[in-house]
């Protein structure tokens, strides 16, 4: 009987609207086999975005860590997971979703953070990477317990981002990188008011007959990642590698300053950091 019992709540977590969350979209509005269907669409917005991501970062990502491209290469799987939890509701699906946003933070932290604000008892990054993953495996598998509190835990690292952005621009005269700086800050408030208004404000919403900013809220998050994380990387290979002599442009076409931005490497010599 505890076999049939178990099988019986896996095939529950598994089943459509399992989830304890329901976004302000209406269920089953265009289809019946898709429960948020703007959601569920707007997720496929990671497939495009990363794709690029990985190109243009390939140089960048072949002189300082080839783990770089991990960042991206996730960030496909938050997009799939995401189409998958909308698609459904399902608890299985909010897990995926939710995990894979915790590892891709995971990865970045554990790439990109800065050394000189680490740990005191920490000396190395393989020691601090360590670190993360341990704290990551804990984490999610805490996150089983209270999985309504997943997403607003998620959303408190963001801050520290902001946080750990703010210390290392502090000493940035670079006209171009505060610009990249402003724009990734303004994107993420931007993206962060669109999923709380829908989370906390959908009654306000209906009444607008508007019900899509969480599927608005994929397609800024993905482009804030996009900004903050070339930012970030930026600011590494200042550090890191600051004989190639970073610098930054924008696709499609530098001279539009909009797009996507990347780093391009235009030296091998030895030079001074400008952040």
Known sequence: ???????????????????????????YKHSEY??????????????????????????????????????????????????YFHMTLSFVGQ????????????????????RKLFPSFIKDRSTFSRLVLLITV??????????????????????HLLYTLGVEMRCCTDQKVLRLAKLSVALWVLAISCWISDRFGCSFWQRLNFCYLHGIWHILIVIAVAYGSTLIAYLDANYEIPYSLPGLQYWPCDKWAVGLPHIVLKGTTKTQKRC
């Open 138 to 159: 804990i984490t999610s598998m805490s996150s089983f317990v209270k999985p309504t509190a997943n997403a607003y835990a998620l959303n408190c690292f963001g801050l």
């Open 34 to 83: 898709v429960v948020e269907y703007f959601n569920t669409m707007s997720s496929f917005f990671f497939f495009i975005v990363s794709p690029i991501m990985l190109y243009l970062l390939h140089p960048y990502a072949k002189e300082r860590n080839l783990a770089v491209h991990m960042v991206w290469i996730m960030m496909i799987f938050v997009g799939l997971f995401s189409a």
């Open 95 to 114: 897990m995926l979703d939710e995990l894979s946003i915790l590892w891709v933070l995971a990865v970045g932290y554990s790439i990109w953070f800065p």
């Open 1 to 27: 009987m505890g076999g049939v019992y178990s099988n019986e709540r896996m095939a529950g977590a598994f089943s459509y609207e399992s989830s304890e969350i329901d976004w302000c979209e209406d269920n």
